[in-house]
């Protein structure tokens, strides 16, 4: 059981340049969510989805796109990188049923923008 | 809107001591609080949550933590401390009666247990 999956692992992105994250969870999870994770900052929620063609902005939308076409996966975008955004992002997935709330995160995903 | 404070950057406890590490949240109605701990170059995995019910909640590898609705608390804590709990310790809150799914972390606190 392979839970949340995130791709790819590293990327080194120059200004200006645009990226897919990729999240894929094998757990049928209703809810998914993308976090950026800073020194001194915590995680800090970007957007987040509560079911398959919905998305919402969470406390740092900005400079970030999403989408969740299918149910499993939720896709980080970033349509032109500024330095501000390196960071490390981390995609989590939980259940929509009562009494089961958790997140599953996934690996990480390093990005630095020079 | 919902916010969570960890008032530690960093805590220092001796092995075999007992430990605690200091939560608080805002939230307008009622809340979801959970633990969650980090490992160098991992992502976070779940320690422990409160939903309803008794004050006191355990977890894995022995930590606890009590929910405090006077004080807006959700100290984690473990009784004897062990050098493998060094990491970095997150603290976050979903609002349950607002309707909303989103789960807000706290700053992190970093533990370190000295052999």
């Known amino acids: 059981n392979a839970g949340v999956t995130q791709t790819p692992k590293f990327r080194v992105l120059k200004t200006g340049q645009s990226m897919t994250l990729l999240c894929a969870q094998d757990?049928?999870?209703?809810?998914m969510y993308w976090y950026r994770q800073d020194p001194g900052m915590g995680l800090r929620l970007i957007h987040y989805s509560v079911g398959e063609g919905t998305t919402a902005k969470g406390e740092v939308p900005d400079g970030y796109n999403v989408s969740r076409l299918k149910k499993q996966n939720f896709l980080l975008g970033l349509e032109s990188a500024a330095p501000s955004q390196t960071s490390v992002y981390f995609c989590?997935?939980?259940?929509?049923?009562?009494?089961?709330?958790?997140?599953?995160f996934g690996s990480g995903t390093q990005l630095s923008v020079l | 809107a919902q916010s969570v404070a960890q008032p530690e950057d960093q805590v220092n406890v001796a092995e075999g001591n007992p430990l605690t590490v200091k939560c608080t949240y805002s939230v307008s109605g009622n809340p979801y609080l959970f633990w969650y701990v980090q490992y160098p170059n991992r992502g976070l995995q779940f320690l422990l949550k409160y939903i309803t019910g008794d004050n006191l909640v355990k977890g894995s590898y022995g930590f606890e933590a009590e929910f405090n609705k006077s004080q807006t608390s959700f100290h984690l804590k473990k009784p004897s401390a062990l050098v493998s709990d060094s990491a970095l310790y997150f603290c976050a809150v979903r609002d349950k009666t607002s309707g909303t799914y989103k789960y807000i972390f706290g700053t992190g606190t970093r533990l370190k247990v000295l052999a």
């Open positions: 757990m049928n999870h209703e809810y």
């Open positions: 989590a997935s939980s259940s929509s049923d009562s009494g089961d709330e958790k997140l599953f």
